[in-house]
């Protein structure tokens, strides 16, 4: 075979299999974790508590402000309300700082994270430090537990 060939079969293989690699990818355990991360940021921002509440599992644990919540549904998640207290304080939105993932298996994702809270006009009104467990459970993955330092 002529080095030509060979690196044009070559091309061909990397085009066939480069979508399996990165659905490969996508797909693992820390890739879904912060994927599921992801969908808690994007409902918490849209005020949307049945999207929110659907990112996590039950019962959901969050240790904040000197206390421990459980929420053994999505349905006594989606009754506490935390934007009215949140806008009194400035709030606009929140987004990821850091996301930095300290331990992982195939069905548990710890990750230490940095968020920012931020007013209308994007300026950074808070930074906090929390610890986020993402599990998977029945093919799905959301979040079990929650430590924060915001208040």
Excluded: C
Excluded at 24 to 48: V, W
């Amino acid at each position: 075979m002529k080095h030509t060939q060979r690196v044009k079969m070559l091309l061909l293989f990397l085009l066939i299999t480069a979508p399996a690699i990165d659905r490969a990818e996508a797909e693992t355990p820390d890739a879904m974790a912060l994927a599921t991360l992801d969908r808690f940021m994007a409902a918490f921002n849209h005020q949307d508590n049945k999207a929110w509440a659907k990112t996590l599992h039950y019962p959901h644990v969050r240790f904040a402000s000197s206390q421990v919540m459980i929420y053994d549904s999505a349905a006594t998640f989606q009754d506490h309300l935390i934007f009215p207290a949140l806008q009194a304080t400035g709030w606009h939105h929140s987004l990821w700082t850091k996301r930095t993932i300290t331990l992982s298996s195939d069905t548990k994702v710890h990750i230490d994270t940095e968020f920012e809270r931020r007013n209308a006009a994007n300026q950074t009104i808070g930074r906090y430090r929390s610890l986020y467990i993402v599990t998977e459970r029945d093919g799905q993955w959301g979040i079990q537990a929650r430590s924060s330092l915001a208040p």
